[in-house]
């Protein structure tokens, strides 16, 4: 593969991980990360652990958002052989709905500094650790039904 391939590859990935995660296809996350990863979510006050304590902690707190949106930047990627590491930022508006019927947004935003490997089945995540920018809460959005 060519360097343009690999980053294109990883770039693809970095997107994929992000609409998974928006569409909670939380088993399908095997095909972003090795089976051994390490990802840390403590940046938010999240898991931190392997695979399978990222999904449980995924499937456990994302169900209290109606939606969630990972709006991920281009990646700053380093790829050297079967290796490579990448810096993405990432703004995540995430919708609430209250007790009252009104609706609320959560922005979210942070970099996603990953490490990767190249595998038989392509390049996947061996280790991903959130790098906090900013969280704000409070922000209102129209009510349901409002245009």
Same mark, same amino acid.
């Given at each position: 593969?060519?360097?343009?391939?690999?980053? +294109?590859? +990883?770039?693809?990935?970095?997107?994929?991980?992000?609409?998974?995660?928006?569409?909670?296809?939380?088993?399908?996350?095997?095909?972003?990360?090795?089976?051994?990863? %390490?990802?840390?979510?403590?940046?938010?006050?999240?898991?931190?652990?392997?695979?399978?304590?990222?999904?449980?902690?995924?499937?456990?707190?994302?169900?209290?958002?109606?939606?969630?949106?990972?709006?991920? /930047?281009?990646?700053?990627?380093?790829?050297?052989?079967?290796?490579?590491?990448?810096?993405?930022?990432?703004? %995540?508006?995430?919708?609430?709905? %209250?007790?009252? /019927?009104?609706?609320?947004?959560?922005? +979210?935003?942070?970099?996603?500094?990953?490490?990767?490997? &190249?595998?038989?089945?392509?390049? &996947? +995540?061996?280790?991903?650790?959130?790098?906090?920018?900013?969280?704000?809460?409070?922000?209102?959005?129209?009510?349901?039904?409002?245009?």
């Amino acid at each position: 593969m060519s360097d343009l391939e690999d980053r +294109i590859a +990883i770039q693809d990935l970095i997107a994929r991980y992000a609409d998974l995660v928006d569409r909670r296809e939380f088993g399908r996350l095997d095909e972003i990360f090795t089976a051994d990863a %390490n990802i840390d979510f403590s940046a938010f006050g999240g898991a931190v652990g392997d695979l399978a304590d990222a999904k449980q902690f995924l499937s456990d707190s994302l169900p209290m958002f109606r939606r969630t949106q990972h709006l991920m /930047g281009l990646p700053v990627i380093d790829v050297a052989g079967d290796g490579a590491t990448a810096r993405t930022a990432c703004h %995540n508006p995430m919708v609430i709905d %209250n007790a009252d /019927g009104s609706t609320s947004v959560w922005l +979210i935003a942070l970099w996603y500094d990953d490490e990767l490997i &190249r595998t038989d089945a392509g390049w &996947r +995540i061996s280790s991903r650790r959130q790098d906090r920018c900013h969280f704000v809460t409070g922000l209102s959005d129209a009510p349901k039904g409002a245009s």
